[in-house]
């Protein structure tokens, strides 16, 4: 197990920094994040970003809480963070933050939603956190140490044809017209047993890790949507590139998950709907026989 010190341990002895554990301190502050946000559900005041992009005051008061204690234990790391908060020194540390994802979920009263928190260290993501406070679920990776689900180890499933495959996606709240998603929807619903779209991008990165589903995509998704669940699918023996197949990027707006099993065949169905070899849509009136 490899782990990667913050340098706050220094041992007398030979200098050298000890190894120090980020993800106990990483689950404890997403329970407490997440058990905020349970305090404001069901009783949520929306207000409007952009668009239609809802906030709550849970949001604010979320990230609020887990920036305040990241800059008391760790006031040298930089970190950015759904709501606007940044900081950005040249550190060797980077923590994204999401403090509620799934926000349109909870403002409606919809239960999935949940705090994801990943930490970077010199460019490379070294641990990520999940945590579903209507579940009480915590997801945590530690690069090279494998995913957990409350404490047990979690691996991507076994399913080998997309044609038994159940698989997630998700749109945008906003600028929702120019996006192309539904086509996708639509191929790989016709090809697959379903695709879900519940409204929470880190949730469906942590059930493709545990084998809940077995492959997922998102347009246009920011970094603190991904960081944390994409070393979750990593992490659980799964693969996540952009749609060409080409490694993932933090900033890249394509992210595509799978078992790994399903990837080769789902890069297949990528390039054929962007190449417009799809099936099309019956239209309405032949659907209803008018
Ligand atoms: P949020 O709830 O934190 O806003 C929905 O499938 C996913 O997309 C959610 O994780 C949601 O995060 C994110 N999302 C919602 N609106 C978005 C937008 N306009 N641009 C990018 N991601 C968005
Ligand atoms: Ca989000």
Redesign the pocket.
């Known amino acids: 197990m490899r782990k990667i010190t913050d340098g706050a341990g220094a041992s007398g002895h030979s200098g050298m920094a000890q190894p120090k554990d980020f993800l106990h301190p990483m689950q404890e502050l997403a329970r407490e994040a997440g058990l905020l946000l349970m305090s404001y559900f069901g009783k949520v005041t929306i207000e409007y970003k952009?668009d239609v992009?809802l906030v709550t005051k849970a949001d604010r008061a979320s990230e609020q809480l887990i920036v305040d204690r990241i800059s008391k234990q760790w006031p040298d790391h930089d970190l950015i963070g759904?709501e606007g908060s940044r900081r950005e020194t040249g550190s060797d540390f980077r923590w994204y933050i999401?403090p509620?994802?799934?926000?349109?979920?909870f403002a409606h009263g919809f239960p999935v939603?949940c705090v994801s928190m990943a930490l970077e260290h010199k460019g490379e993501r070294i641990a990520g956190v999940i945590y579903d406070p209507t579940r009480d679920e915590m997801f945590a990776a530690e690069k090279g140490s494998g995913s957990l689900l409350n404490g047990r180890a979690i691996h991507v499933s076994q399913t080998a044809h997309l044609k038994e495959s159940l698989v997630a996606?998700?749109?945008?709240?906003?600028?929702r017209h120019k996006n192309p998603n539904i086509h996708f929807y639509h191929q790989i619903t016709l090809r697959s047993h379903g695709v879900r779209?519940a409204?929470?991008?880190?949730l469906?990165l942590c059930y493709l890790a545990c084998g809940r589903y077995d492959a997922y995509w998102?347009f246009?998704?920011?970094s603190w949507?991904t960081a944390a669940g994409v070393l979750l699918v990593e992490e659980a023996g799964g693969k996540v590139t952009n749609y060409s197949g080409g490694p993932f990027n933090i900033d890249s707006r394509e992210v595509l998950g799978s078992n790994t099993l399903l990837h080769a065949e789902l890069l297949k169905e990528f390039q054929a709907i962007i190449a417009g070899r799809v099936e099309g849509l019956p239209s309405v009136a032949e659907s209803l026989h008018l």
Request: proline share 3%.
């Open positions: 952009g992009d759904e999401d509620l994802d799934g926000t349109t979920n939603f996606t998700g749109f945008p709240s906003h600028k779209r409204g929470s991008a880190a469906d998102e246009n998704l920011n949507d």
